[in-house]
């Protein structure tokens, strides 16, 4: 299994290459400093344009908002936005993403469904007066290396994922982009913002910004009453906020990236780096764990 995704990933890396062109590869890239931070928010939830939105503005941040239709988007504007709304961040020069019409989970059984899911979104942003989406967010953070090739089709330029496989769901954590290392469809979530989080957790996750590596944060509603369980509140995520701004952390939305990355390139095995990192957090843990032992 692991050389046949070798050899695909090996043939989806130059095809990324070819369909991008020389130009992206010439484009001088600005050097990644410390203390940048992607800022993302998941699922079209209210609270994204109610409360994010002011508070973002004020702080001149930029970030990513992932647009899926699924849930109870369709009918429940209480907790979702209206396209209207979804514009209106598009107007305030946020980045509209692309989370799949229905929230679908990507695995090997639903890749083949992953085009028509994509070309949803895009078209309800054109009727909606925005670009088509470049950046994309995993749905439920699952993904699978089948459907890499979809989205570069579907012109998705950098794709976010959770902190998984590398570190457990429930704990919220992650690890910070590598670019280079890291495939751009791949991108790993540093911070996954959860009820229980404090500015300590904020902390942790922004602190891996440093010596090339990029620190992308996942929120979800803020607050969240659909999904209690990512649930983020108001004045928590004003806290983080504050902080951030406080502490001079440059806050960037996902297409961003392209000032510093160049997306053409991607590592030939897109799960080399995930494997690395797990044999390094195992490890450390086995260490810590024998370190512990009277």
């Given at each position: 299994?692991?050389?046949?995704?070798?050899?695909?990933?090996?043939?989806?890396?130059?095809?990324?290459?070819?369909?991008?062109?020389?130009?992206?590869?010439?484009?001088?890239?600005?050097?990644?400093?410390?203390?940048?931070v992607v800022l993302?928010?998941?699922?079209?939830?209210?609270?994204?344009?109610?409360?994010?939105?002011?508070?973002?503005?004020?702080?001149?941040?930029?970030?990513?908002?992932?647009?899926?239709?699924?849930?109870?988007?369709?009918?429940?504007?209480?907790?979702?936005?209206?396209?209207?709304?979804?514009?209106?961040?598009?107007?305030?020069?946020?980045?509209?993403?692309?989370?799949?019409?229905?929230?679908?989970?990507?695995?090997?059984?639903?890749?083949?469904?992953?085009?028509?899911?994509?070309?949803?979104?895009?078209?309800?942003?054109?009727?909606?007066?925005?670009?088509?989406?470049?950046?994309?967010?995993?749905?439920?953070?699952?993904?699978?290396?089948?459907?890499?090739?979809?989205?570069?089709?579907?012109?998705?330029?950098?794709?976010?994922?959770?902190?998984?496989?590398?570190?457990?769901?429930?704990?919220?954590?992650?690890?910070?982009?590598?670019?280079?290392?890291?495939?751009?469809?791949?991108?790993?979530?540093?911070?996954?913002?959860?009820?229980?989080?404090?500015?300590?957790?904020?902390?942790?996750?922004?602190?891996?910004?440093?010596?090339?590596r990029i620190a992308?944060?996942?929120?979800?509603?803020?607050?969240?009453?659909?999904?209690?369980?990512?649930?983020?509140?108001?004045?928590?995520?004003?806290?983080?906020?504050?902080?951030?701004?406080?502490?001079?952390?440059?806050?960037?939305?996902?297409?961003?990236?392209?000032?510093?990355?160049?997306?053409?390139?991607?590592?030939?095995?897109?799960?080399?780096?995930?494997?690395?990192?797990?044999?390094?957090?195992?490890?450390?843990?086995?260490?810590?764990?024998?370190?512990?032992?009277?």
């Open positions: 299994m692991r050389s046949f995704l070798r050899r695909f990933a090996g043939f989806f890396a130059v095809s990324v290459l070819v369909s991008v062109g020389f130009s992206s590869r010439a484009r001088a890239l600005e050097p990644v400093p410390d203390k940048l993302t928010f998941d699922d079209s939830v209210a609270s994204h344009h109610s409360v994010a939105r002011p508070v973002l503005k004020r702080y001149g941040f930029g970030a990513t908002f992932f647009i899926t239709e699924g849930f109870s988007f369709r009918t429940n504007k209480q907790d979702y936005m209206t396209w209207s709304q979804i514009a209106e961040l598009h107007q305030d020069g946020f980045e509209i993403g692309n989370h799949t019409r229905d929230h679908l989970a990507i695995t090997a059984a639903t890749a083949s469904k992953l085009a028509e899911q994509l070309e949803a979104i895009d078209a309800s942003c054109r009727e909606s007066g925005i670009p088509r989406p470049v950046s994309f967010a995993w749905p439920g953070n699952a993904f699978h290396v089948s459907a890499l090739p979809g989205l570069q089709q579907s012109g998705i330029r950098f794709a976010r994922r959770g902190g998984e496989p590398e570190v457990p769901y429930e704990k919220g954590g992650g690890s910070a982009y590598e670019p280079g290392r890291d495939h751009p469809l791949l991108v790993p979530t540093a911070g996954d913002a959860r009820p229980d989080w404090t500015l300590e957790n904020l902390k942790r996750a922004a602190a891996m910004a440093k010596d090339g992308v944060l996942q929120f979800h509603g803020v607050p969240d009453r659909d999904h209690p369980w990512v649930n983020t509140p108001r004045e928590r995520f004003e806290e983080y906020m504050a902080w951030l701004h406080a502490e001079g952390y440059k806050v960037i939305a996902m297409r961003d990236l392209s000032r510093y990355v160049d997306p053409a390139k991607a590592p030939t095995d897109p799960l080399e780096t995930i494997e690395r990192r797990k044999r390094e957090i195992a490890e450390k843990a086995e260490k810590a764990g024998a370190e512990a032992k009277p």
